[in-house]
Each structure stands twice: as structure tokens, then as C-alpha cells.
């Protein structure tokens, strides 16, 4: 049972450059979304799904685009990188109808912008 | 929107207690988690409450007043692998996503010292 995969793990852009970060899942899980982590800042929701073909921005959507063609695929897209978008990207999935139910992450991308 | 406090830093010696204390401000209290995160990692799931009152799993305990707005996570018995950011995360049925999506507080640093 892999879980949440995101890849690639570690990735340096030059600005303007555009990029996907992937992510599946093999958990069936309805939910996704994309956080990006700061140094200070904390976890931050770029953008979430609650199923396939539905998709919502987040705190912090701007520059980012996202789709959910599948239930298991959730790809992150940069569509021209800037500096500030240099930080660590985690892809997470939970269900949807449990109370209790936490999300589970990916091991991470550490992007940087150059 | 919600505001989630959390103390930047703490110190603590192996074998001590330590409390983590977490405060929150929602409109549409619906849970709140405790994370432990190890530095290069992803986040792991380490507690969930709804109700008031205390968690214990193991070493590990988490307390809830909905009324105070606040939380704790204890760790006892403390052990150098315990070194890592410990995040609070709320979810808010008020928010975007409903029951899915977790705000995440900016973490606290732990360090277990001999």
C-alpha cells in the first residue's frame, strides 16, 4: 500500500519556468489538496479537491493550477516559477465522510526557484 | 477565518514531561489534530479530538476545551526521538471545504536535550 506518492522529491527551476508536481493515491480517497510549508509560516493550502472534477483554491492559490481528472491523481502545476514560489510542497488525501478522519501526506517536494 | 496560536520553541530534557499548548478561534469547530513532524519530513498523524476532555495513546496525550478554545499535547516520558515540530491543525465546517480541510497552526519546535 503506497499511500500518498508525490514526485519528483527535490527539483531547482530557473524563473519563467513551468513544472508539475505529481501526486497519487491508492486509498480511494476522496479528498485532496496541496499545502506549502515556510520557514515561519506554517502549512498552507494552495488548492483541495473533494472529488474528481471538482476543485477549489485554497489560502494561497496564485501562480498554481490544479485538476482532479481521477480520483487517484492530484498534479500541482506551476505555470511560470518565481522565487517566492521556492519552498516545500505536500500533497495530502483523507475521506470524506468520517469524523475523525485525519489526512495523510506525501513524503514532500523541496522546490527551489532560482 | 481562523487563528491558531501555538509557542514557536520549546526546550525540554529526556525523560521530563513537556505540555504543548495550542489555541484556536473558529466559527465551526468540527476537530482538531496534533502532527508530529521530523525535520525533512511529512507530517504524521499523532492525535485526534471532538470532545472535551483528555486522549491518552501511550506516551502521548491530548487534552480539549471547546469552551476555552485551547488544547495540549503531553508527551511523557520524553525520549531524544521525540526532537520535532509538533503542529495543531483545526477543522472548521465554517471554512471553504467543509469537514475536509485542516488549518494548520505554525508549529512548535521541540528539542529533547540529554
Known amino acids: ?114 | 477565518g481562523q487563528n491558531i496560536d501555538q509557542p514557536t520553541e520549546m526546550t525540554a530534557t529526556e525523560g521530563a514531561i513537556v505540555q504543548i499548548n495550542c489555541t484556536y478561534q473558529t466559527s465551526g469547530f468540527n476537530g482538531l489534530f496534533w502532527y508530529q513532524q521530523h525535520a525533512g519530513e511529512a507530517p504524521t498523524f499523532l492525535s485526534y479530538n471532538v470532545l472535551d476532555g483528555l486522549e491518552e495513546k501511550g506516551r502521548f496525550s491530548s487534552f480539549l476545551s471547546r469552551s476555552k478554545g485551547y488544547s495540549y499535547l503531553l508527551l511523557k516520558e520524553l525520549q531524544m526521538k521525540d526532537s520535532a515540530s509538533y503542529l495543531c491543525a483545526v477543522r472548521d465546517l465554517a471554512s471553504g471545504a467543509g469537514s475536509y480541510q485542516l488549518t494548520f497552526g505554525k508549529g512548535t519546535k521541540l528539542s529533547v536535550i540529554p
Open chain 1, 1 to 114: 500500500n503506497a499511500g500518498v506518492t508525490q514526485t519528483p522529491k527535490f527539483q531547482v527551476l530557473k524563473t519563467g519556468q513551468s513544472m508539475t508536481l505529481q501526486c497519487a493515491q491508492d486509498m480511494n480517497h476522496e479528498y485532496m489538496s496541496w499545502y506549502r510549508q515556510d520557514p515561519g509560516m506554517g502549512l498552507r493550502l494552495i488548492h483541495y479537491s473533494v472529488g474528481a472534477g471538482i476543485t477549489d483554491q485554497g489560502e494561497v492559490p496564485n501562480g498554481y493550477n490544479v485538476s482532479r481528472s481521477t480520483t487517484e491523481d492530484f498534479p500541482l502545476r506551476l505555470l511560470s516559477a518565481a522565487p517566492s514560489q521556492t519552498s516545500v510542497y505536500f500533497c495530502a488525501s483523507s475521506y470524506r465522510r468520517q469524523a475523525g478522519n485525519t489526512i495523510y501526506f506525501g513524503e514532500g517536494s523541496w522546490l527551489t526557484v532560482v
